[in-house]
Nanobody, 120 residues
């Protein structure tokens, strides 16, 4: 099982980016999918969560600006980020709990991260 993030990049303050996190594996069930971020010199923090049914939770810093969604047919979660601020600069990581039915094991997986830089 792999989680692969994409969509990061350089954006000006006030701009938007859409991150994607795709879970891959021959026979998998993906449960909660989460976005974390880690800014330079800071601890990793939870940004957004989406359950398998679509229920979402956003960190206070993300409310009103970020939206998390998922496409279960693609085992993919998205993080739409609008009105980006300098302080949103960080590496964004995807995390998910996944059952791999080829081994019948449920484990937590992390992606390698995608860098978001907000700069003028």
């Amino acid at each position: 099982v792999q989680l692969v993030e994409s969509g990061g990049g350089l954006v000006q303050p006030g701009g938007s980016l859409r991150l994607s996190c795709a879970a891959s594996g021959p026979r998998i069930t993906v449960y909660d999918m989460e976005w974390y971020r880690q800014a330079p010199g800071k601890e990793r923090e939870l940004v957004a969560v989406i359950g398998g049914s679509g229920r979402t939770t956003l960190a206070d810093s993300a409310k009103g600006r970020f939206t998390i969604s998922r496409d279960n047919t693609k085992s993919t979660a998205y993080l739409q980020m609008n009105s980006l601020k300098f302080e949103d600069t960080a590496v964004y990581y995807c995390h998910a709990r996944v059952t791999d039915w080829s081994t019948v094991r449920t484990m937590d997986y992390w992606g390698k991260g995608t860098l978001v830089t907000v700069s003028s």
